[in-house]
């Protein structure tokens, strides 16, 4: 992995600018105070691969600075031999829009990064480790609930979005063999 730079242990923005994070809405500067105190400040060069579809996944980021490229393979793994490549590009993100990625890999049992995300410029990011996001969820309860909130809110949207995919690649293969 091409991590460029680790910054001190401590965080560089203030809960004053994350508070317009989606993951944390709801939560007064004091509360997303205690999120701040353990985040990694990583920086990440242009192109550099900041998750990895397939990889164990440990920990939530948030995207403070700068642009990335989300991904999926497009084809399963049939055979440990087999070494197709492509991916579809599903969206590119922004700092402007206050995102937030990896969330999937809290909750899921195996743990597995579920896309590829790839730095389209020179990015910021801030990490926060699995162990320590559930740790401050479970001292404080009134946070641990309106964070979980927030992330169900926004996978839930995801979700419907990958439904939404799946409908029209679904009618665009029938279009095809009805053709």
């Known amino acids: 992995m091409s991590i460029i730079k680790k910054h001190k242990n401590t965080c560089e923005y203030n ?14 500067e004091d509360q997303i105070d205690k999120f701040c105190k353990v985040i990694t400040p990583i920086q990440f ?7 990895q579809e397939g990889d164990p996944g440990d920990s939530i980021l948030i995207l403070l600075d700068g ?23 599903l969206i590119s993100l922004s700092s402007d829009f206050r995102p937030f990625f990896g969330e999937m890999s809290l909750f899921s049992e195996n743990d597995k990064r579920s ?7 020179v ?3 801030a990490k926060i480790g699995k162990d320590k996001f559930f740790k401050i969820c ?3 309860p009134e946070i ?13 949207r995801r979700l419907m979005q990958a439904n939404q995919n799946v409908l029209k690649l679904t009618t665009a293969f029938s279009l095809i063999i009805d053709s």
């Open 15 to 28: 809960p004053l600018i994350l508070k317009d994070y989606e993951i944390f809405s709801g939560l007064n």
């Open 45 to 51: 060069n242009k192109d550099d691969v900041i998750i």
């Open 67 to 89: 642009k990335v490229e989300i991904s999926q393979a497009l084809t399963l793994k049939t055979n440990v031999s087999q070494a197709d490549t492509r991916e579809k590009s």
């Open 115 to 121: 896309a590829t995300v790839k730095a389209a410029a």
């Open 123 to 125: 990015c910021g990011v």
């Open 138 to 140: 479970n001292d404080y």
């Open 144 to 156: 641990g609930n309106q964070v979980m909130q927030n992330i169900a809110r926004v996978m839930s």
